[in-house]
């Protein structure tokens, strides 16, 4: 069974940082490329970062660039997210998300269940 | 970036009902379309993938549809279960971006 699990998450102040872990189990991480999904409290989804299962595909969100970091560890079928200068507009709830692909489609099919983030001081 | 505009962003239907939903994408993105259904606290689930193709374990009462930069998310007999935000995705290219959500409740 596919299982994602999100940790890390919690209170920070602005301009601290936090780093978000996911702990995939079920499937060959290595196999996969892994997104981070954010929600803000009452909002819509928002796709926050990608990486392939080559380091050499990282893409972000114009509203994290420069400050959040996606990085992957195979050999422990781990997700992170290295958040740094947080601001009060990056408080959510944080997801991880499997990529399933093929040549005429990407999505994401499986999700953890998330990880609470609050920025306020 | 491509702007997915989502409507209705809500709408009440009955048990038995069927319910469209659309998404229009603000340039081409071929079939790169997902939909995902939302209940309140918990993670989305994945609907459809390639804009019409199910997801598996998702009921056949789900369908997707394109015609160029527009698509639709059909319920065929809305059931209890199915009272939820539903959420198209296009992943044509970075930055992915949602609609911003369409929320079915209860009439």
């Known amino acids: 069974e596919v299982q994602l699990v999100e940790s890390g998450g919690g209170l920070v102040k602005p301009g601290e940082s936090l780093r978000l872990s996911c702990e995939a189990s079920?499937?060959?991480?290595?196999?996969?490329?892994m997104t981070w999904v954010r929600q803000a409290p009452g909002k819509g989804l928002e796709w926050v970062s990608y990486?392939?299962?080559?380091?050499?595909?990282?893409y972000y969100a114009d509203s994290v660039k420069g400050r959040f970091t996606i990085s992957r560890d195979n050999a422990q079928s781990s997700l992170f997210l290295q958040m740094n200068s947080v601001r009060p507009e990056d408080s959510a709830v944080y997801y991880c998300?499997?990529?399933?692909?093929?040549?005429?489609?990407?999505?994401?099919?499986?999700w953890g269940q998330g990880t609470l983030v609050t920025v306020s001081s | 970036d491509i702007q997915m505009t989502q409507s209705p962003s809500s709408l009440s239907a009955s048990v038995g009902d069927r319910v469209t939903i659309t998404c229009r994408a603000s340039?081409?993105?071929?079939?790169?379309l997902n939909w995902y259904q939302q209940k309140p606290g918990k993670a989305p689930k994945l609907l459809l993938y390639?804009?019409?193709s199910l997801q598996r374990g998702v009921p056949s009462r789900f369908s997707g549809s394109a015609s160029g930069t527009d698509f639709t998310l059909t319920i065929s007999s809305l059931q209890p279960e199915d009272f939820a935000t539903y959420s198209c995705?296009?992943?044509?290219?970075?930055?992915?971006?949602f609609g911003q959500g369409t929320k079915v409740e209860i009439k």
């Open positions: 998300a499997r990529v399933s692909d093929d040549l005429d489609y990407v999505s994401q099919d499986y």
């Open positions: 079920g499937f060959t991480f290595s196999g996969y490329s």
């Open positions: 990486i392939g299962t080559s380091t050499f595909y990282i």
């Open positions: 340039q081409t993105i071929s079939t790169f």
């Open positions: 390639g804009a019409s």
């Open positions: 995705q296009q992943t044509y290219s970075y930055p992915w971006t």
